[in-house]
């Protein structure tokens, strides 16, 4: 319980943490970035990290001055990548068995199948689209290993929704994260930033189940 509230605290006031712990650790920062990165979206079990809020936090960061703009797009479009390369390589190892899994304490099985359901319906584009949804970026790559897509067509994929995602995530904070509006209401943002992709990935569900049902 007290772990779910520290992370609960930590996605919506990443940008206190985060500055505390540069001011602290000074560098050492990229390498907790790298590693928050890489395992959302590459440890299947681990959708929950703020992946979008903390991209546009990094931004405002760098627009401060506090951090280095091409290093940490650099080095966070590299953890998405290699992150998702190690979810695609966990998809392929496990193969049909995940089909068999029900939920656990470390598996959704209803995040799943919404990934797979938007997965099938869409092909190698939800690798892209999936970057800017919560919950459904760590399931994608899973689902295309699961899926046996190509490395080489995963690949291309995987580069352009994690330069997409690092890159304009990042620039829009760097942009925008200074105005004193957006710093006031950063709290909210960050609200929206999680709500509104999953209330877009329900609304997606339930019309496919809609669907389903009227066949």
């Known amino acids: 319980m007290e772990l779910v509230t520290f992370l609960l605290q930590f996605i919506l006031h990443v940008d206190t943490y985060l500055e505390t712990f540069v001011r602290n650790y000074g560098a050492w920062v990229y390498a907790l970035l790298f590693l928050i990165i890489f395992v959302e979206t590459g440890v299947v079990v681990m959708p929950f990290l703020p992946g979008d809020s903390l991209l546009f936090v990094v931004g405002a960061m760098c627009g401060l001055g506090l951090m280095s703009l091409p290093l940490s797009i650099g080095l966070l479009i590299a953890a998405a990548i290699l992150g998702n390369q190690c979810n695609y390589a966990i998809g392929r190892y496990f193969g049909p068995k995940v089909f068999q899994w029900e939920d656990s304490r470390f ?17 190698g584009i939800t690798i892209v689209a999936a970057r800017f949804m919560p919950f459904l970026r760590t399931f994608a790559p899973f689902v295309a290993g699961v899926a046996r897509m190509t490395r080489s067509k995963f690949s291309f994929y995987d580069v352009t929704g994690g330069i997409l995602w690092v890159g304009g995530i990042v620039t829009a904070g760097y942009l925008f994260g200074g105005i004193p509006w957006v710093k006031t209401n950063l709290d ?25 049902f009227s066949v």
């Open 107 to 123: 598996f959704n099985r209803k995040a799943f199948d919404q990934a797979h359901a938007f997965y099938e319906k869409y092909g």
């Open 188 to 212: 909210k943002i960050i609200w929206a930033m999680i709500l509104i992709p999953g209330l877009l990935i329900l609304l997606g569900a339930w019309k496919a189940r809609r669907k389903a």
